[in-house]
């Protein structure tokens, strides 16, 4: 008998909308990463509008990219988006600062932050069980 705390199967249109949704924030972000490792001019021109030195940007590239990697690895799922939460807050953070826009800049980290945890929540039936949606 299904208990409260207890998950139902997940079904396969959710696990693999959970499946896009997740593969599509793994690969934005892992892009992210990898032009914060190789810097090219248009990322270091926008770490340095943003108020950062050029010598954090391999740093926050590693950063993300470990994080994007636990992210993939379902074993360190939840881990990964516990830390890409912590990194999306912190270009939240960055781009309040400067004064961006709402909805184009400062936004964009919570929409890709949502997206994140609602694709894993779509594929992980022990997720689902921790935060039940209740009708």
Same mark, same amino acid.
């Given at each position: 008998?299904?208990?409260?705390?207890?998950?139902?199967?997940?079904?396969?249109? %959710?696990?693999?909308?959970?499946?896009?949704?997740?593969?599509?924030?793994?690969?934005?972000?892992?892009?992210?990463?990898?032009?914060?490792?190789?810097?090219?001019?248009?990322?270091?021109?926008?770490?340095?509008?943003?108020?950062?030195?050029?010598?954090?940007? &391999?740093?926050?590239?590693?950063?993300?990219?470990?994080?994007?990697?636990?992210?993939?690895?379902? %074993?360190?799922?939840?881990?990964?988006?516990?830390?890409?939460?912590?990194?999306?807050?912190?270009? &939240?953070?960055?781009?309040? %600062?400067?004064?961006?826009?709402?909805?184009?800049? &400062?936004?964009?980290?919570?929409?890709?932050?949502?997206?994140?945890?609602?694709?894993?929540?779509? %594929?992980?039936?022990?997720?689902?069980?921790?935060?039940?949606?209740?009708?």
């Amino acid at each position: 008998m299904p208990t409260a705390t207890s998950a139902a199967p997940v079904s396969k249109t %959710r696990l693999w909308a959970g499946r896009i949704i997740s593969t599509l924030v793994f690969l934005l972000l892992l892009f992210d990463s990898v032009t914060k490792l190789f810097k090219p001019a248009f990322v270091v021109k926008g770490t340095i509008e943003l108020g950062y030195p050029e010598s954090t940007i &391999v740093g926050m590239g590693i950063a993300l990219l470990v994080s994007v990697v636990l992210y993939a690895i379902p %074993r360190t799922s939840v881990l990964g988006a516990i830390l890409l939460t912590g990194y999306l807050g912190g270009a &939240v953070a960055s781009h309040v %600062r400067h004064g961006d826009a709402l909805f184009s800049h &400062v936004l964009s980290p919570v929409y890709l932050a949502v997206l994140a945890w609602g694709g894993l929540w779509l %594929r992980d039936d022990r997720l689902r069980a921790l935060l039940p949606l209740r009708s």
